[in-house]
């Protein structure tokens, strides 16, 4: 393995934690297992890749009915076993997104804000229809 010319390895070599380090003070989104999905600044992280979040936000998003919704949650704790995808946000797509949502009410991919409770409501009933439909189709391929 090739070392970079100030003798640190390159940061794809690193396949545990430490993995996170160059995204430390930016905005990230964090999927958990079950589908929830965070955006807040990473502040720190540990060795088993718990997560701390600042100024996180909740969102669910209900792909068929074009719709999503958000609810603030400060500072928060993710525990990394239930981390399922983390990735970087680009903030400039981001910000473009918000400021064409304050002109025109609809982000830019067409997806419109609603309240979060309902939000969270239609997306859990996707997933939970997408989970039945899973399970009848190994069931069909298993011969059950």
């Known amino acids: ?3 970079r010319e100030d003798g640190l390895l390159p940061s794809q070599a ?3 934690a430490a993995a996170l380090l160059p995204v430390i003070d930016r905005k990230v989104v964090v999927t958990l297992r079950g589908g929830r999905k965070f ?3 990473l502040r ?3 060795q088993f890749a718990n997560l701390v979040l600042q100024d996180t936000y909740e969102k669910y998003f209900a792909v068929p009915e074009k719709v999503y919704g958000e609810e603030y949650r400060g500072t928060y704790i993710i525990r990394g076993e239930n981390v399922e995808l983390m990735g970087e946000v ?3 797509e981001d910000l473009a997104a918000l400021d064409y949502e304050e002109k025109h ?5 067409g997806y419109k804000k609603v ?3 309902e939000a969270k409501k239609l997306a859990l009933k996707t997933l939970q229809k997408e ?3 899973i399970k009848a189709k190994n069931e069909l391929l298993m011969g059950i």
């Open 1 to 3: 393995m090739e070392t």
């Open 115 to 117: 309240e979060f409770a």
């Open 44 to 46: 720190s992280f540990d």
């Open 14 to 16: 690193f396949t545990t």
């Open 131 to 133: 989970a039945k439909d």
């Open 105 to 109: 009410g609809v982000t830019v991919n």
């Open 39 to 41: 955006f807040g600044i």
């Open 90 to 92: 680009n903030l400039d």
